[in-house]
């Protein structure tokens, strides 16, 4: 089965976007990783949802996790606080997450392989024509999993 077929739609957002829409976006879907588009609609980062967690975290606490017990709920709103002003770009792990990307033809062991050379539980799929690139949706894990299931007869 090829990737045009695996691919499904996929909630995104773009490198301009508001930090708090895409952590918005992320918690009302539920999402296993933010996917971000650049300006032209093109793959831009992918990111597991752990890491854009640790972004919420204080430095202070990733130094020294015995802190955590004592920030309750109320450091909640400086966190949040934080994120307002903030654009995707610049809220996004310093590491570089490229996302893995294939072409529409792509198989599903091609889309696997990227996947877990990644780390990142989603593959986009992007059509290119010329210098344009036209994102056609996903393959998440779970959905990559429910087709190797299905072609070895097990679904």
Known sequence: MSARDLAEPYPHVTTDDSAVDAVRLLAEHNLPA???LDADGAPYAAVPGSQLVRQLVPAYVMEDPLLAPVID???AEAVVGELEGQTVFQWLPARSFRPPYVGPDAGMMEIAAA??????????VVE???SATRLLGVVSAAGLMRHLLAAGGRA
């Not at 990644?118 to 986009?124: M, N, R, W």
């Open 73 to 75: 709920d109320r450091h």
């Open 115 to 124: 996947m877990a050379r990644t780390h990142v539980p989603l593959v986009a």
């Open 128 to 130: 290119r024509h010329g």
């Open 34 to 36: 933010l996917l971000v």
